[in-house]
Antibody, heavy 117, light 110 residues
């Protein structure tokens, strides 16, 4: 069955970086884009960007441009989200999701990133 | 890209219907028939309920329906059941290959 499995929770200090993984299984990885979303405590999801899994092209939401890097490794069917220069406001659950057309049909379980001094 | 506007809350008794609105602009909801709706229970990942404005994925009850008029999309849940109590978010494809989510609506089954 189709699954997206994300890496575990992270605790980081302000200014640090974090890299989260999202491993896909049960389908052809390069047939679907992977998107990343952030959900801060008590807030709704916020779209951060997408990566085309076949070519590796990226589109970022303006808010996250320059602060986020999306990559993928086709040999392992894994997508990555790297967040740089973390601030307290980056504390959130981060989700990967795959798109079919323009909707998101499968989701990872979420990765909690806590930024704390 | 600003978030789509949803009412913070909606409620109904079991068996009743609730309708949630999702208002965007002519650069997202009004321009594309690419509105989707997601249900999220506490501590869980969102679940796709409606896509392409009106389509229902396999396994989603036909109590859930979607529509759109101009810059506003709507989700209707008919025959409310206890398990429908959750947060609901709309999403739209937008210009410049962007996507935008709604502010979210908490549905309470009274």
């Amino acid at each position: 069955q189709v699954q997206l499995v994300q890496s575990g929770a992270e605790v980081k200090k302000p200014g640090a970086s974090v890299k989260i993984s999202c491993k896909a299984s049960g389908y052809t990885f390069t047939n679907h884009y992977i998107h990343w979303l952030r959900q801060a405590p008590g807030q709704g999801p916020e779209w951060m960007g997408l990566i085309t899994t076949s070519g590796g092209d990226t589109t970022y939401a303006q808010k996250f441009q320059g602060r986020v890097t999306l990559t993928r490794e086709t040999s392992t069917s894994t997508a990555y989200l790297e967040l740089n220069s973390l601030t307290f406001e980056a504390t959130a659950v981060y989700y990967c999701t795959r798109s079919v057309g323009s909707h998101f049909d499968r989701w990872g379980q979420g990765t909690l990133v806590t930024v704390s001094s | 890209q600003s978030a789509l506007t949803q009412p913070p809350s909606a409620s109904g008794s079991p068996g009743q219907s609730v309708t949630i609105s999702c208002t965007g602009t002519s650069s997202d909801v009004g321009l594309f028939n690419s509105v989707s709706w997601y249900q999220q229970h506490p501590g869980k990942a969102p679940k796709l309920m409606i896509y392409d404005v009106t389509k229902r994925p396999s396994g989603v009850p036909d109590r859930f329906s979607g529509s759109k008029s101009g810059n506003t999309a709507s989700l209707t849940v008919s025959g409310l059941q206890a398990e429908d109590e959750a947060d609901y978010y709309c999403n739209s494809y937008a210009t410049n290959n962007n996507y935008v989510f709604g502010t979210g609506t908490k549905v309470t089954v009274l």
